[in-house]
């Protein structure tokens, strides 16, 4: 079974920066996006930034600026570079690969991240 393994996640202080990446346990066939997903506490699960195969990005409104994603296709790795880090950037965050066979994709585990003083 393909598990994905997230690092990255912490406390940080508001205007600090983390860097979370994920990479996969195992060999992934067909791979098309890889992204980051959010879920805070009594709120849905948001998408944060994904990245096609192409290289092509999108981001949620509230961290355009702010985070870039990135991958690795050699490596079918994934990172999210968060700088300016404010309060409401807490959550759960979640890295996800979709494929050609699976449209949910996998999922990784989840990794906390806080932004306090």
């Known amino acids: 079974q393909v598990q994905l393994v997230e690092s990255g996640g912490g406390l940080v202080q508001p205007g600090g920066s983390l860097r979370l990446s994920c990479a996969a346990s195992?060999?992934?066939?067909?791979?098309?996006?890889m992204g980051w997903h959010r879920q805070a506490p009594g709120k849905q699960r948001e998408l944060v930034a994904a990245?096609?195969?192409?290289?092509?990005?999108n981001y949620a409104d509230s961290v355009k600026g702010r985070f870039t994603i990135s991958r690795d296709n050699a490596k079918n790795t994934v990172s999210l570079q968060m700088n300016s880090l404010k309060p409401e950037d807490t959550a759960v965050y979640y890295c996800?690969?979709?494929?050609?066979?699976?449209?949910?994709?996998?999922w990784g585990q989840g990794t906390q991240v806080t932004v306090s003083s």
């Open positions: 990245i096609s195969s192409g290289g092509s990005t």
């Open positions: 996800n690969f979709r494929t050609v066979l699976k449209a949910s994709g996998f």
């Open positions: 195992g060999t992934i066939f067909g791979i098309t996006t």
